[in-house]
Each structure stands twice: as C-alpha cells, then as structure tokens.
C-alpha cells in the first residue's frame, strides 16, 4: 500500500515540496505520494487528526504552522527543541514525533553544496524570528569564529541570543542593531527575515561585508532578491538562495520517515531549469 505524505501550511499551492519528494521516491524506489494539504488557521490540528487518522504517514509542516506543530508533537528531537518549533512531523504507532531539519538543511547547502566555510569565519545572522531560532545550533555546531544575530530591534536578538550564548566562548555570541554593526566585517551574512517576501531589505550599515565574503538569502525565487542585490552592490564575493536550503531540509525530512537518504545535487539542478 502506498505511504501518503504532504506539505501543510497556510498557504501552501505554491509550495514545490511535492515536486521535491516525487524525484526523492522516484531516485530512491520508494513507494508514497506526496501532496498539499491547506490547513485553515484555526483549524491546523483539525487537519492534522483528520489526515493521521485516513492513514497519512507524516507531514512537512510550513508557515504559520511549525510552533502548533511543536506543541503537537508528543516525542521532539533535540533540533527541535533548539528550534522551539517543528517542521517535520512523523506518524508512529505510539504517537506524533516532531523534528526541525531547517538548521541542518541550511548548514548542508553553505558547506556541502555551495563550499562556504562556516567554522573559523565571522558569521551575522539577520532576523530574531523563527527562522533565525530554526537555524542557530546547527550554526553555532559548526564553530564559526563569532556569530552576530542583527535585528531591528535588539532586545528580541538579545532575547535569541541568550538561548544559545553558551555553545560558544565567551563573546562569541551576540546581539546587535543593524545600526550598530557599523565598522565590522562579516565573512557570510544569513539572511533570515521576511523582509524579500516585500521586496525591501533590513537597513545594513555600508561595509559590513568583508572581502570576498558571502551572501545568503533564505528566501528564494527568480533573479536575485533585494538582500542579494544589496549584497552585490556592497561587494559581497559570492551570492546564493535559500533553494539548496530548501532541498536539504526536505532530503532530512525524506530520511526521517523512509531512513533513506536521497541525493540532492539532482533535484537542485532540477528545480533551477525549470
């Protein structure tokens, strides 16, 4: 019989996960469809019961969703509770069990897809939200130099940043304005706002971008995004999206459910002819 699963989120039909998982099946020969399922926002786990209990094996789980799904899940990996929210859920006979395979996923494509080095460089995260909690263990667990969560307003970077002060050396973790970033330098500069969904950009300081340094932008779409415009004007060396990103969190979410690990390279390459 074949194993369903599906991206839910609100939105979600323009969500390219069912494409994603489609070449993983069909790379792997794993038997299960993969669709779309549109929560309504006062009803996520409504739907969720509804489609666990017609026989659905698990879930991707999309905005505004993932901190319901926390609460949902009954067992949480150790990502997720770094995270404080889930993106993965899976379906077992003795409950729900939810993971978050942004971090790794993003980690993945900087060093594995991209060969940007984490460990050793000055990292500045943009964003204090959910993106930016999803992803700081994995960073951090790759031991960069400094790591600087710039935010609007500080004292929500200060409050992400206590979380996780301690995984690094005294100092090493911090929070900062954008403003008050004037005068360093950076190596790779993350960012993890919304701000490219509306087209603007988070208001760095000229000079922050070192010398040969990169730009990564989690969102994703055709053409360079207003960060990585900024980016290149400013003199940043290498320019990427968050669409390898999106490719390594489904393939951790594929191994998760079928303990199977599909190759990526693929569907990358796949997804940026189309």
């Known amino acids: 019989m074949t194993d369903r699963y599906a991206v839910v989120g609100n939105p979600v039909a ?11 099946a069909r790379q792997t020969g794993q038997d299960l469809e993969y669709g779309r399922l549109l929560a309504p926002l006062d009803g996520f786990r409504a739907t969720i019961e509804q489609f666990r209990s017609s026989g659905g094996k698990g879930l991707n789980v999309t905005l505004p ?3 319901e799904a926390f609460e949902l899940a009954q067992r949480r990996s150790e990502r997720a509770l770094d995270a404080a929210a889930v993106n993965t859920l899976k379906f077992e006979s003795d409950g729900i069990y939810g993971d978050n395979t942004d971090g790794v996923g993003l980690v993945r494509d900087l060093e594995a897809n991209l060969g940007i080095a984490i460990t050793g460089n000055r990292l500045l995260l943009m964003g204090a939200g959910g993106a ?9 667990a790759a031991r960069p130099a400094a790591l600087v969560v710039g935010n609007r307003t500080v004292d929500k970077a200060q409050r992400l940043v206590a979380r996780f002060r301690a995984r690094l050396p005294d100092g090493a973790v911090r929070a900062s304005s954008y403003r008050d970033l004037a005068g360093e ?21 000229l000079g922050v971008f070192a010398p040969g340094s990169a730009a990564y932008d989690m969102m994703y779409g055709k053409g360079l995004t207003p960060f990585l415009e900024l980016a290149q004007r400013q003199g940043a060396g290498r320019l990427a999206d968050g669409l390898g990103m999106l490719v390594e969190q489904a393939a951790e979410s594929f191994f998760v459910w079928r303990d199977v690990r599909p190759l990526t390279a693929p569907v990358i390459a796949m997804l940026k002819s189309l």
């Open 185 to 205: 330098q950076f190596d790779l500069v993350i960012n993890a706002t919304s701000a490219s969904l509306r087209d603007t950009v988070p208001e760095l300081p």
């Open 14 to 24: 323009h969500s390219k996960s069912p494409l994603i998982h489609a070449e993983f």
């Open 65 to 67: 969703f993932k901190l």
């Open 132 to 140: 930016a909690q999803g992803v700081m263990a994995p960073l951090l």
